[in-house]
Nanobody
């Protein structure tokens, strides 16, 4: 199982970024997927969850209405569209498959910095 995040960077408050998570080594369409984030000095927190077929999504209250999780199973990729970014969104963002044969798997993370 390999998860590779991309798309992070420096953005001004109010800006947008789209993160991508390229999955390999397993059949993406069979698994729910998640995005987490971890700010410096804080615990890792769940940001968004999407069901295996994309029909059900859930979000942390702090990002609801601003972030959108989606997936393209044909491309083995999960996305996180982030709009109206705030300095409080600054963190390392991680892609996660929560339960692959009973174990979670994580990507290496991508840094998102929101600053003027």
């Amino acid at each position: 199982v390999q998860l590779v995040e991309s798309g992070g960077g420096l953005v001004q408050p109010g800006g947008s970024l789209r993160l991508s998570c390229a999955a390999s080594g397993f059949i993406l369409s069979s698994y729910d997927m998640r995005w987490y984030r971890q700010a410096s000095g804080k615990e890792r927190e769940l940001v968004a969850h999407i069901s295996s077929d994309g029909g059900r999504t859930n979000y942390a209250d702090s990002v609801k209405g601003r972030f959108t999780i989606s997936r393209d199973n044909a491309k083995n990729t999960v996305y996180l569209q982030m709009n109206s970014l705030k300095p409080g969104d600054t963190a390392v963002y991680y892609c996660n498959v929560p339960n692959y044969w009973g174990l979670p798997y994580w990507g290496q993370g991508t840094q998102v910095t929101v600053s003027s």
